[in-house]
């Protein structure tokens, strides 16, 4: 989920007739006329940038790039390119991993990290409403003050309304919930033009009854019913105490059976991570670090003192009867971080198990009742445990196709798995360009059908962000 | 939120007309083909029964009740209803305050309590699948040796389906979240008696960013968009350790700032609940108590003894800075029933204000941030206060027009406080259809323009449950 090396390999670049722009001139001065002529692209370099996230999807560049400065604008240029029947594909911090921003249709990409307002703060109400520009480290920085904080962590220092875009969530989402748990209000720009508050304009209530929940189904629709303008989150209070654990266990089943008693005991753990042997093994290579090398569950506990300090100890009986071994715990934060090393460098050491310049690197993933990571063959696995949601890095050589099909298989076998298991092909990175060909698997030809009737509704054309998710 | 007194007076009786059964005897009998002779009545007092539900709402009878043993049934049934036109309108326990089972445009009422199996529990996973007929309690009782349980409490027992319908929330939402946090997949019978899986069929995961939410877009539908036959469910680990506390208040304002600093000091409260003084004067009149008459704040501490105990204390002193006496706590259940007895008995409280075998009462409920409690006038308030969500209880003579007329207009001008403060018109009980007028003033034209474009996808004939929230 960490920000990783980009690909720029043979085969993945794009095609060569998307290296011109198709944009007509008049509709690039439409654009000019409302974002002003800076503020409007076309170059190659640009639109390249634009047209690939983090993951091994290919590039596909739009046929320009618009910077919006605020929603009005946003209102306008949608009007212009509806009026075009051109796609409109949303963008800010690019750290996607299922091609989500990738304009495989062409299209005007809006990048909408100059809207970048933190308004509407209410340290008695918990609420903030931030603009896309606004990533959850900027957020956190700015609240950090006020002992607020916002939780929903996916890793990459992602906007905040690309997370609710792509229903985002992390290592804390056992806990806090995940981005449908923690969006209150969207202010959302339709295809057309029109701005819609999800929730009611300024609204920003902690639970409501009112109509059908509008917020919750554009938390998640990557792109493709609206551009997000704006969020407004639920904040929690900064625990006071933070505790950080780790511990190996002699088998996955161990390690899992541990989670779902700590789970089980109502102890409200905070993270509760977990990685395998493989993985650890290549932690220690690439941190030089000694932990053992079995299954391991990296544990935090937020709370009062005294709160966190029976939450150590009672995990700590749980982790012994489940058989596991160097139970480590720290509170102050180098200390933390410290032991946590393994697990926040996991993606680095993974990649750097194939040395030389050019890495390619896929994230199989997948969400599903307990059952299935005891099933998963080992490897490079990093799962969010807590929540059934875990991770599988395929490392490979972008240059060899053969291998990137191979990669590519196993990635469709994990997910198929889960879904045979219960489980969603998808727990937190979305449906994009590669799992498409799933979702009918796990929803059904009717659900399938009414999204797509849903998705007609609010965008006719299909314009926006077309041949994403459906 | 309590069961309470049926109206049975002038003016709130079915009308004339609404006596007969309007149902073709051709249809009848094309229900008792599928459903069974004896699971199909055009009795008047079983459709009398049918017509209201809790509220001040009057009693609007269907023209038929049918009870379906199974969904494939209730999916045949509406598919009967769909060709003939005829309104369908689901029902279980009965126990709504918004008027959402009444047969406003008669048709058939879908009495679903015979479905009542409790299946796929998973207490590795927390989740379980109910029917419409197993009510909160029932679930709970049933999971009593599981160490797990389902915490979302709106006071009456209500159907779990039904509060899936309808959003319940309650008491325990400030720590667990509402239905909307904890329904994680729905078996719906649309109107044409097609079955959806809201999450795919059986699936079971914590969290998932597979497509759009439909499980989010059903839970608060009111049976608007289909008859939800089967609720999946998320369930959490019962406490080891449950503490209550009271403490008075001099004002209002030191109450609510109280609640503010406790949820800031990021105490895991579990419920908070708030009384103003006249409704404190009216419990201890009522149960014979001896409580300050004072704005009340009723508290529940869940988790592990030494938890339990530091969070007690932590609220302890926040009570304190903000004027707070009379702190008082118990740690067994009699005795923390005994603390609670004020609040338990509430709405019986209200209700006996006014001697009378009739007596008339309807609850206006918004849900707002935290600036509107202190400026509401008092007068019988119940606050689901962590959540900034009240209740203000009216109780009036049903037999006096005019009074009817003024507590709905105070009703109104209550939910338009809220909304002039950015909060919502309903937290829990629904729009249905006393708060239709409402929901435009909250969501915008967009976005009751979106709900209607919804509904039509999903129900073009206008047949689930129709004249309600739309």
């Known amino acids: 989920v ?128 931030v603009e896309p520009g606004v990533t959850r480290k900027a957020l956190n920085s700015y609240l950090r003050d006020t002992g607020l904080w916002f939780p929903v962590d996916p890793g990459a220092d992602a906007s905040l309304c690309g997370m609710a875009a792509t229903s985002a969530s992390g290592t804390n989402a056992v806990r806090y919930g995940t981005m449908r748990h923690n969006v209150l209000n969207l202010q959302v720009v339709l295809a057309d033009g029109r701005v819609l508050h999800t929730a009611g304009r300024g609204r920003h209530f902690r639970k409501s009854a009112a109509g059908y929940n509008l917020t919750g189904l554009f938390v998640g629709s990557e792109g493709t019913l609206g551009l997000i303008t704006q969020a407004t989150l639920r904040l929690h209070g900064s625990p006071e105490a933070i505790v950080a654990a780790v511990c190996a266990f002699p ?77 480590a715990w720290a509170w102050e934060l180098e200390a933390r971080n410290k032991l946590w090393a393994a697990r926040h460098n996991a993606w680095y050491a993974a990649l750097a198990l194939r040395p030389g310049s050019k890495v390619g690197y896929l994230t199989a993933e997948s969400c599903s009742p307990f059952k299935q990571l005891v099933c998963v063959s080992s490897g490079l696995i990093v799962g969010h445990v807590g929540d059934g949601n875990f991770h599988c890095i395929l490392v490979f050589d972008p240059a060899d196709l053969d291998e990137i099909q191979r990669v590519k298989e196993f990635a469709t076998r994990l997910a198929r798995q889960a879904l045979a298991l219960d489980g969603t092909c998808t727990g937190e ?15 059904g030809e009717l659900g399938l059908t009414i999204m797509r009737q849903i998705k007609a509704i609010l965008d006719p054309k299909n314009l926006m962000n077309p041949g994403k998710v459906l």
């Open 2 to 129: 960490q920000t990783a090396l980009r690909l720029q390999t043979r085969g993945l670049t794009p095609s060569r007739s998307q290296l011109f722009s198709h944009m007509p001139g008049e509709l690039v001065k439409a654009l000019r006329a409302v974002a002003g002529s800076p503020n409007v692209s076309t170059a190659l370099a640009v639109r390249e940038q634009h047209g690939r996230d983090e993951s091994m999807h290919r590039c596909s560049p739009p046929d320009a790039v618009v910077w919006p400065q605020d929603v009005e604008q946003v209102s306008k240029l949608a009007g212009i390119c509806y009026s075009h029947g051109v796609p409109i594909i949303p963008f800010s911090t690019g750290t996607g991993l299922e091609g989500g921003v990738t304009a495989v249709r062409g299209g005007v990409c809006f990048n909408l990290t100059r809207m970048d307002r933190i308004t509407a703060l209410s340290t008695e109400d918990f609420t903030v409403a």
């Open 251 to 327: 088998s996955v089943h161990a390690a899992v059976g541990c989670t779902v008693q700590v789970l089980q005991a109502g102890i409200p753990v905070a993270r509760i991570e977990f990685l395998d042997d493989v993985m650890m093994a290549a932690c220690n290579r690439f941190s030089g670090l000694s932990y053992a090398v079995s299954p391991t569950l990296f544990l935090e506990f937020h709370g009062s003192p005294g709160s966190v300090e029976e939450q150590v100890r009672q995990a700590g009986e749980i982790v012994q009867l489940n058989g596991g071994s160097d139970f």
């Open 429 to 443: 990175h979305g449906i994009g360009l590669g799992k498409r060909h799933l979702l009918c698997e796990e929803i």
